[in-house]
């Protein structure tokens, strides 16, 4: 769960998960120096669970800048790996998605040994929050089209960043060599394990807005999203 100045949302997001009848669950919060003090929340709440449960359930990935989210991202999962997790959950701070999902993720994720389990907005049965209004639910499905067709994927949520990914599955793409620092680490990380053989599954989920803090949509961010399908396609052709 990559986080910056996310002091609003961490602390509920937090015991939702932990609240989860997933006794070998355990959250990694990456952390870009946010200045509002979502680290130091962080650590409290890993001392928090630490002391109720006797175990750490709950650790904390301090990075020393803002560095984009594709990179907040890649440095979680390879710490997670690292550290012997088989399955690798992303998901965001901000309350979007929906925790009480995960367990059914993982159950798809073992029943199909899918590479990747897609928290879908976009497959029957998906739902966009009613605070989204009309010109921002067709710039999503716009996004998702736009990257589909150039990649030539069958994914519905490309762009999606609710997903389960299989260890074998990251090791596979190679974290250290993904190049996407913000948004579009997402369409790059599926395609990848799509090009190396792995299938990917998508389950319906609602996608809800959030209720505090900001967006770190920016334009750099969007050009960035804009351009990489292109450089993917022109890499895997080569």
């Known amino acids: ?75 979680g999962m390879a710490q997670a790996v690292a550290d012997g997790a088989r399955y690798v959950l992303q998901m965001d701070a901000d309350g979007s998605h929906p925790a009480d999902k995960i367990a059914e993720l993982l159950g798809v994720a073992l029943a199909t040994e899918a590479g990747v389990v897609i928290g879908s907005r976009y497959v029957q049965g998906g739902t966009l929050s009613d605070a989204w209004g009309a010109h921002r639910k067709l710039l999503s499905r716009w996004a998702n089209t736009y990257a589909g067709t150039i990649l030539g994927t069958r994914v519905r949520d490309i762009t999606g960043g609710f997903n389960l990914w299989r260890a ?19 369409v790059e990380m599926k395609y990848r394990a799509l090009r190396r053989g792995f299938d990917v599954v998508e389950v319906p989920i609602h996608f809800e807005d959030r209720t505090v803090g900001e967006s770190k949509m920016n334009l750099m961010v969007q050009l960035e999203s804009i351009a990489m399908p292109w450089k993917l396609r022109a890499r895997s052709r080569r």
Do not use: C, W
């Not at 355990?26 to 006797?54: H, I, M, N």
């Open 1 to 75: 769960m990559p986080t910056y100045n996310e002091a609003g949302n961490l602390p509920g997001m937090a015991d939702a998960l932990m609240a989860l009848p997933l006794p070998g669950l355990r959250l990694l919060v990456v952390d870009d120096s946010s200045p509002d003090g979502t680290g130091d929340l962080a650590e409290s709440k890993a001392q928090e669970y630490a002391e109720r449960e006797g175990a750490a359930r709950i650790s904390v990935l301090h990075r020393t800048e803002k560095d984009g989210l594709g990179r907040a991202y890649a440095a």
């Open 168 to 186: 074998d599955a990251l090791r596979a793409i190679d974290l250290a060599s993904v190049d996407s620092a913000g948004y579009s680490f997402q």
